[in-house]
């Protein structure tokens, strides 16, 4: 399974921006799906998860009302649209595929597969 983000770059505060995780495989309709972040000297950081089928959505406390995850099974894609962003939405964004549980649990454990990373960054 590859990952391959994309969509981050430089806005300021208030402002949006939609990230996309492109997946290869034909298989992608039965991965539980999440985005992760990392911002320079911090620990990796869950954001949003999403289960296979897209009924089911998880957040962190600190973007909840803010971000929304959405994934699109018919084009292998999980997105993470990012509204009322904050400088401290600063960090490097990573999609993540939890592809030995199949049709598995919705969480931010078990990850086995992991995009290269887009970044993002937000100015005051």
């Known amino acids: 399974v590859q990952l391959m983000d994309s969509g981050g770059g430089l806005v300021q505060a208030g402002g949006s921006l939609r990230l996309s995780c492109a997946a290869s495989?034909?298989?992608?309709?039965?991965?539980?799906m999440g985005w992760f972040r990392q911002a320079p000297g911090k620990e990796r950081e869950s954001v949003a998860a999403?289960?296979?089928?897209?009924?089911?959505?998880l957040y962190a406390d600190s973007v909840k009302g803010r971000f929304t995850i959405s994934r699109d099974n018919a084009k292998n894609t999980v997105y993470l649209q990012m509204n009322s962003l904050k400088p401290e939405d600063t960090a490097v964004y990573f999609c993540?595929?939890?592809?030995?549980?199949?049709?598995?649990?919705?969480?931010?454990?078990?990850?086995?597969?992991w995009g290269q990373g887009t970044q993002v960054t937000v100015s005051s």
């Open positions: 993540a595929a939890d592809v030995d549980r199949r049709y598995g649990g919705l969480g931010f454990s078990g990850y086995d597969y």
């Open positions: 495989g034909r298989a992608f309709g039965s991965y539980t």
């Open positions: 999403i289960s296979w089928s897209g009924v089911s959505t």
